[in-house]
């Protein structure tokens, strides 16, 4: 299902909820730290979705994922539900959060080391993996084809010798939290959907310092790299105006 044309009231109420999602992440950024449990971390963002007026979008699907936000450590790459683990330092977490407000979702992800500066190859997984995000923000304008924001987000994972996951790619959203067009993080110039303004898309690079196979653990949720190598997410809201691009999802004091 693609989303139709967008209200303008709509187009405001993913514009405030992408201010809470950013507000929320940044504040879960502040909060991580060694020796936090992520049943404690679950809490904390149920307790801010609920404080700032919106919604869990993960408890409002048909079919319930088991927390209101995705923590992958290490190896882990997307869709973790949070568990009985507790974060140490120099664990890679990426958390992937989507809420619903006023009707209209908006999602965005990103990941970090925990309780301490980045370095080596690391540094150049996180650093690279968000530059491609960006790259790919920079592609979008009404004219555009979701094939420019493909190839700009793959040419800089290329460039970065990172492991580009296929399996697992962007998407629209609104009034439901996965819509079309997919936008994968591959792919060619000039080619794919086109984009209109007031279309609102996620672009989110996945990528690893192995190989890019990844496979769904036993609790049938968690994706994981395959060769177990660290892997990276960090993913926006995006919406097409009349002259390019407004991110959704980036915070702002």
Not at 94 to 114: N, W
Not at 127 to 134: A, G, M, N
Not at 198 to 218: H, N, Q, R
């Amino acid at each position: 299902m693609r989303d139709s044309v967008k209200t303008i009231a709509q187009v405001q109420a993913m514009r405030e909820g992408g201010a809470i999602l950013a507000r929320i992440l940044k504040e879960l950024r502040e909060y991580t730290k060694p020796g936090l449990n992520e049943l404690e971390i679950n809490d904390l963002v149920a307790e801010k979705i609920k404080k700032y007026g919106a919604k869990a979008s993960y408890l409002e699907e048909e079919v319930k994922f088991p927390g209101v936000v995705c923590i992958s450590v290490n190896q882990e790459l997307v869709h973790s539900p949070p568990v009985d683990y507790v974060l140490e330092e120099g664990d890679k977490v990426s958390y992937d959060l989507t809420i619903k407000y006023k009707g209209m979702h908006t999602d965005s992800a990103f990941t970090m080391i925990v309780g301490r500066e980045l370095k080596g190859a690391e540094k150049q997984l996180l650093t690279v993996t968000e530059k491609s995000l960006y790259a790919g923000v920079e592609a979008v304008k009404p004219g555009a084809r979701i094939g420019d924001i493909s190839a700009a987000v793959e040419a800089v994972l290329s460039t970065g010798r990172l492991g580009i996951v296929r399996e697992y790619v962007g998407h629209g959203i609104g009034v439901r939290m996965h819509m079309l067009p997919n936008v994968p993080n591959y792919g060619t110039r000039g080619t794919g959907e086109m984009l209109k303004v007031g279309d609102t898309i996620c672009i989110e690079p996945m990528a690893s310092l192995g190989k890019e196979k990844t496979f769904v653990d036993d609790d049938g949720w968690t994706v994981s790299m395959k060769d177990g190598s660290l892997c990276a997410h960090f993913e926006h809201t995006v919406l097409v105006t009349d002259d390019g691009y407004e991110i959704l999802t980036l915070y702002s004091a």
